[in-house]
């Protein structure tokens, strides 16, 4: 019976001391963040939050914002929602009704935030900056409050076809993550501009985002003698993939869409089995290509992170950055106010990324901003950058705008 | 008697003045959730607890009860108020489908039989990409339409529409455990082969528990979407399923009020622990080994040796008087 | 049709694997009646210790896999001593409990300590040998021998044994057992090393074939006790063609059906053959 009061009485005290909670204070300005910190999009969500936290250091360390003549540092908020869409929409809700936060940053899986810009799209007082997560349909739903750095897939998958089929293969393989939207909608663009050039697609397979024995997709796609393989998908999955293409000798080219940093891969592979694979992917933090402030921040994040940024988490860095220039410009705090001087206003000169600008301003009417596409190389243990993919943005934006419409 | 009957009604009138309170929508969130968990603990309760089996499969239940009542209503057109019912059929449908193979076998491998449906199902709903929108689901679900100018897309009435199918469930719960059919569950779970011998039919009294289990889980799961408006199949993993049986375990296996705590504890215990989210369910983990090793009867047991000490100690003090 | 006998080659392979994990939970499930949930938890969490090991001081494909089967055998008696054996005469729904929360606690640990990335087991063993249109690769040929040794090894050893007897015995009838003199603890100790040695190879080859990440015990468990109940329990040869047919049959799925259903397979293969042979292809020990 002891044993039982004692238990009972510990349960409790548990509970009570675990049940804390924070008030913010005065003078901070709260930011949200919703990102997959565990669990497998991890891998795209971790580093971008710390990209964010990074920008957030950065920042506060600088004197922080002024607004209508009061001092104010950010401070951070963030929930990990496991890639799992119900969990982004709690995560959001809590932002939103606990915690009073207006602005809500992060995003670097689809499902999660295009479930939450449903949630928030056109709410009232809620500012929504998303970042990795690529799906198209994030921009083309029409809501006022969401904006996103990263160019959708579709907008890299045409400039890459097109890039493929000028490196003179005529049969390609395709083995990738295409039941996954983002994946999906860059193939789609792909296969079109591809083809189009001339291009004959002989085989298409796929994996999912935890599959790591790709034998089988692979044997059959080699029985057709394809000259090159391209692979769009995760980095780890897409990891495996090339292992065991080298374990499977092939010969061809291997063209992928990854977007992992060195250390991803070489979990996996030698630096040897690496060499040559291209990747195709937007201009994120690629680093040779890379402006001296996106250089600085690969440099200031390495400092304090021990490892290199994933491409894309910069996207989540500059979002940050975009966030504070608002407020400075618009002098407010109020989410109104931000959405009009964000909808107006130019790339902030600490963004990392060089961004093409539409009539002049960094985010389209759809609130997608556009940077350049580039092939990369693998070379010596890191990706170089090859050559720019020729893209036009405006008429992308104008896809989009049609898009929307529907 | 009399006293538990006052304390119930108490319970029931302050159930249904929660939304005037101002916790904040957050947390009226959370008690809605913990409802339709509580829909969901008691399906499982009827084939865990009465019966004796533990089932692996309830979230499977939840998922088809979800989809079922999703896929209706969006895109049928069928009104809500029709699907719902329907979802509760087909999930019906599908635990005689599942339950016929499973119930040939019996305790731990009854349950991984039962885990491998859930599954199969899972596995299904995450790859018919066309059918059920895989891994990024079906958004847009409708809200149930209005009826008598009651707007149902708005949290707080759909709170009572919860509410009430709760408290029809626990209801159907106690008419049946009181009934035949309940009387011959439970005999099942204590002996099987005293059951066979005093003429009750294994097999059509087994279905039937698992077959309630089933329609219980998809009501929860019909309610569950027309709730958040959106479905993917994150929440029908077989982890979700071992969170229900947890749920009816730390309640009270084979009591009413067992789901009922459960369900509560499941929800808001992980809110408390957000301090410590690395370790939160190490902890929760370490708790559960514990509970197993000193508390193996679950809350509601804990909570009615309480109650008898209590008891005791005034029947003591009074005597002492005397 | 000459991709056939490298989906074959591929299937064993896959299948080999499955064996190694099925083989060590049918011991521990068959003997003890323990649903140990925890199994592939064990697996997963002895195979990053390897990992640790080699990539901290280079060591070698073999040397990985020992430490791995070490390490797994040690956490396995550990765990039977302080977790299992204090409910092992309490209704069996608590060992059930156990097991589950068993495996929470190692998959989280897991998950704190190690990160939620994944991890390969980096080898310099990177030779591919070709036999005509088929391919092996250096790595996969060794997950095949170690199969091999360990399951024959394990077959001499419980049938011939001294010791080997005893666990037969307490599998028919513990009490009996413990009649005749035979020393019941120890012997579930013994079963969970052995259980558990067999989980570290398989840990070992996961990581060196694949990756390992925290969340993959709960996947492999479940797989494991498909191909367990497949076979039918308590059978060496039901749990070893059970495995095959699991590997063989999910590679010849994705070839010609989709990589999406590729998890299906052994779930719906073996609900097909409980709905015609409820104790599994080779059960015989009703269920």
Redesign the interface.
Known sequence: MKKIKIMYALLVAGLLILAGCSSGDSNEILVGEVDPLTDSAAVYGAPQSDALKLAIEEINDAGGVTVDGEDYTFKLIDYDDKGDPNEAVSATQKLIDRDGVKYILGWAVSASAMAAADELGNKDDVLMLVGNAGAQSIVTQGYDNVFRTRPPAGYTGGPAGEFVADQGVKKLAVLGQLEDAIYAEYYEHFKESFEANGGEIVGEESFQLSERDMYTQLNKLMSKNPDAIFVPGSVEPAAFTFKQLRELSFDGDIYGFTGGTPEQFSEVLDDEQMNGIYDLRPLETTYAAMSDVGKDYVENFKEKYDVNPVPSAVNAYDQMYVLKTAIENADSLEVDDLIKEINEMEPPKEAALTYITIDGKMYDPNGQAFTTNVAMQWEDGDWKFLEEMETDAEEYSKFLTEESKK | MNKKRIILTLIILFSFVIPFLDIGSYNLHLVSYSLIWVILAQGLNVIQGFTGYVSIAQAGFFGIGAYSSAILSLNLGISVWLTIPLAIVISGIFGILIGYPALRTQGHYFAIVTMSFTMIIWVFMMSSVKFTGGEEGIPNIPSPSSVFGIDFSLKENYYYLILISVLITILFIYRLMQSRVGRAFITIRENEQLAQAVGISLLKYKMLSFTISAMLGGFAGALYVHYTHFVNPTPFTVDYSLNAILAVILGGSGTIIGPIIGAFIMIFLPEYLRIAEEYRLIIYAVMLILIVFYMPKGITNLIKIAYNKVLSKVARKSETKK | M??FF??LL?GVV?GSYYILIALGLSII?GVL?I?HFAHGSVAMFSGYIAYIVVSSYNANIFVAIIISIIFATIIGVILEIV?YR??AN?????S???A???M??I???A??IFG?????I?SSS?Q?F?FGSV?L?EQRLYLLLTTFILVTGLYIFMKYSKTGKAIRAVSQNKEAAQIVGINTNRISSIVFGLGSAMAGAAGAFMGI???L?P?MG??TV?KG??VL?LGGLGSFPGTIIGGLLIGITE?FG??LL???????FA??I??IV??FK?SGLFGNRG?
């Open positions: 000459d991709i490298q989906l591929n896959i499930f009646d649903p977790a204090p409910v309490a209704p069996p729904i608590n059930f409990i156990i589950l929360a068993l929470m606690v998959d989280n640990v998950t704190v939620s990335n994944q991890v390969s980096k990177n591919v070709n391919t690769s074939l694949f990756a990440y969340a709960g996947h479940m006790f498909a109940i590679n994705v070839a989709s990589s999406s259903y590729k998890d299906l779930f719906v073996l609900i409980l709905v409820p269920l």
